[in-house]
């Protein structure tokens, strides 16, 4: 051992000490492991230290006849035991957070006050030569009163190391206790803290929690449930809805097909009979715009199918009209057309019919005439590398083969039937002077036509590869250093 450490035990202790905590606040969080090093080695070397003059922890402190002496090794010796016990703390909280990660924070805290009171008991008993007994029976009064005391906290602390042993959700688990909803931000000692989807804080306390019913929507981690409850006529046939619902479904690709997603009847009253169409996603973030979109499909597929949601004020029937005359009310091209023109056009469309599976229109074929879907679910299909894949869906009011009738180019996608499917024909030879007449539908399909084709681009393309960037930190990550 060096002189100076020989001649001043002391004082080199106090260094250690010292030299400990600022290590401990310099090196950084993500170097946790270079930490834990660290400690052990100034604890191994504060260790050598008082060991080597004498000032064993495990007997009262040297140097009876100079009382500065004999307090200063006291603290030390004291100090050993607590130095000891925020080591083993911070080594067995290492050892459990590889294990069971942030969850178990709460054990980890409890570990190490056991440690700790356990560290102060031996150097009241060792360093301090203590009656032990009395001093455990007096902490045990002590106890009884401060535990009448915090009952309700007490309750909390043990519901949260119940709730983290048990595990029904961990930190960032999309969950509902009793109602309230939210993500899991933190679970501390009182309470679970839940971060709701409106963005504020939510503060249950444990005990609560254990009590309330838990609903995890994290588990299973790939999949998340949804529902969309929809009223229509009762005078409207079952069947009829129900086929409807499921073209919506199969119209909605955010959905999983596995588990497939159905629909149920829920309920019937004088007023109305409600639906309920139920599916699931492979992530939390597409449950609020899968909601959106399926209710829409719902309101297309029901309209294709001539049935109306129920809402709180019902108008008088309308008047009866054809299929094609019902279709342009509800097509975002062709609603602009006057009431007089609607009719005439209705006059020259022509219904046509496919099974599943059929080919409506084929990629490089040049239409000479615009398709409106009446019903059903069309599948939009690209090839990317030599492989074909589904780029959308499409479902009652959208148009097919624009770019043949606006600029006499092939079509970029094939169109083919999802499920049986009716869609309204128009030739280009009456559709050409309505355009001509009419600039503002001519500049929607326009618009539409800019839009699938940068879509298309897009989804067929190969992203940009980023380049590596290759140098001394790159090869020191590389490494773990």
């Known amino acids: 051992m060096p002189s100076f450490i020989a001649d001043h035990p002391m004082l080199c202790a106090v260094a250690l000490i010292f030299i400990d905590i600022a290590v401990w606040r310099l090196i950084s969080a993500d170097l946790a492991n270079w930490k834990l090093a660290a400690r052990l080695v100034i604890f191994a070397v504060f260790s050598v230290v008082l060991f080597n003059d004498g000032m064993n922890p495990m007997q009262t402190a040297p140097y009876a006849d100079d009382t500065t002496l004999h307090l200063a090794a006291t603290a030390l010796q004291i100090g050993w035991w607590l130095f000891a016990a925020r080591t083993l703390t911070v080594l067995l909280g290492a050892v459990m957070m590889q294990r069971v990660g942030h969850t178990g924070r709460l054990l980890q805290d ?206 008088s029937t309308p008047p009866a009209v054809s299929g094609a005359r019902a279709l342009l009310e509800r097509s975002s091209i062709f609603s602009t057309l006057r009431q007089e023109e609607k009719d005439t056009f209705s006059q020259n469309m022509t219904l046509h019919t496919y099974r599943a599976g059929e080919m409506i229109l084929a990629a490089g074929e040049v239409s000479d005439h615009l398709f409106i879907i009446e019903s059903g679910v069309v599948s939009v299909l690209l090839v990317k590398d030599g492989h074909q894949f589904e780029a959308g869906r499409m479902g009652p009011g959208e148009v097919i083969g624009e770019s043949g009738i606006l600029s006499e180019q092939a079509a970029l996608a094939d169109f083919s039937a999802k499920t049986y499917c009716t869609l309204y024909r128009i030739e280009n030879e009456y559709l050409k002077p309505c355009l001509d007449a009419r600039h503002d539908i001519g500049e929607a399909m326009k618009a539409l036509l800019d839009f699938r084709r940068h879509a298309a681009q897009a989804l067929t393309e190969d992203a940009p590869v980023v380049p590596v960037k290759k140098g001394f930190l790159q090869w020191l990550r590389k490494r773990g250093l």
Not at 160 to 188: A, C, M
Not at 230 to 251: D, K, W, Y
């Open 110 to 315: 409890l570990m190490g006050a056991v440690i700790f009171l356990i560290a102060i008991i031996a150097a009241m008993a060792y360093v301090l030569d203590l009656p032990v007994k009395g001093v455990l029976a007096t902490s045990g009064a002590v106890a009884i009163i401060v535990g009448l005391a915090l009952q309700s906290t007490l309750s909390d602390v043990f519901s949260g190391i119940v709730l983290n042993t048990t595990k029904p959700y961990q930190i960032d688990d999309w969950i509902s206790i009793d109602g309230t909803e939210g993500r899991v931000t933190d679970i501390d000692w009182r309470a679970t803290r839940l971060q709701t989807s409106q963005g504020s804080l939510a503060v249950i306390p444990n005990s609560l929690a254990a009590k309330a019913k838990i609903i995890n929507f994290s588990r299973p981690a790939d999949m998340f449930g949804l529902a969309v409850s929809l009223q229509v006529s009762p005078h409207a046939r079952p069947q009829t809805v129900i086929e409807a619902l499921e073209r919506a479904m199969q119209g909605c690709r955010p959905l999983l097909a596995q588990p497939a997603p159905s629909v149920a009847f829920k309920a019937s009253t004088s007023g109305g009979v409600e639906y309920e169409i139920s599916g699931f996603v492979p992530a939390m973030g597409l449950k609020r715009e899968t909601r959106n979109l399926l209710y829409d499909l719902a309101y297309r597929h029901l309209q294709a199918a001539g049935v109306g949601l129920l809402s709180a004020t019902e108008g």
